[in-house]
């Protein structure tokens, strides 16, 4: 089975990869641009399971939106069918509404809506090809309509919600295909974003334990669903 995580070098991303190097036969491929987290990561899944294997990627958002083919070119050479997708990685911009400058708001569009699109777009030729592709698009509560919307996080909650628009989006249009896609909406995990956004405020889920269910949905889900915003939370933040 083969597994592309990006943002696999903190948090919940991290976690994410380490829980399917406990299991069998994974080829993980652990997407970021911080090396030193993407080490840190293979140094702990080293012995988790024989048969499986994380393959550490450098991986930039703004240079594969740049020049998305080169960007993946090793990836595509090195895999012949993407068993899961989980665009994990994300970018938090805390400020108000009216002190947001025009370069960051387009960059946390960048980073939490087009960027997880392009590597889908990028990535579509490799899914389906030998059994069916589950795509998991990870968002947030302050994306899910509807939730509790906190000042100072307008901006990224608007591209989260724009990613989870696309999710369903993106399901309509491969409907007839082996390719599902879903979209988790997370509450509050104890991450180092958690604390960019909410300083102080302490979570009642770990990384860890979010990863579980990320893992196992990502896993099972497309089996029972497909084009669904689903919100994760326990408290919001």
């Known amino acids: 089975m083969v597994v592309i995580i990006t943002g696999a070098s903190r948090g919940i991303g991290f976690a994410t990869a380490k829980y399917f190097a406990g299991m069998k036969h994974c080829e993980i491929y ?5 090396k030193a987290g993407l080490g840190q990561l293979a140094t702990e899944c080293a012995g988790l399971n024989k048969s499986s294997q994380v393959h550490p990627m450098v991986f930039d958002l703004d240079e594969f939106l740049l020049n998305p083919d080169k960007t993946l070119k090793k990836l595509t050479r090195e895999i012949k069918q993407i068993d899961i997708l989980i665009n994990n990685a994300g970018l938090l911009v805390n400020k108000p509404f009216l002190d947001t400058g025009l370069d960051e708001i387009s960059r946390l569009f960048h980073v939490n809506c087009i960027a997880p699109a392009m590597l889908i777009r990028q990535l579509i030729p490799l899914m389906g090809r030998q059994g069916p592709t589950h795509v998991v698009n990870i968002s947030s509560m302050g994306g899910f309509q509807g939730s509790q919307k906190f000042p100072g996080l307008s901006y990224y909650s608007a591209s ?7 999710t369903e989006c993106l399901s309509e249009e491969f409907k007839d295909t082996r390719i599902a896609f879903n979209c988790l909406a997370l509450g509050s995990v104890q991450t180092e974003m958690l604390e960019e956004a909410f300083p102080g405020y302490k979570a009642q889920l770990q990384p860890g334990e979010m990863a579980e269910f990320i893992g196992h949905f990502a896993l099972t889900g497309h089996k029972h669903m497909r084009g669904k915003v689903i919100p994760v939370s326990i408290a919001n933040p």
Not at 30 to 34: H, P, V
């Open 30 to 34: 652990a997407l970021s641009r911080n």
């Open 160 to 166: 989260k919600a724009a990613l989870a628009c696309l």
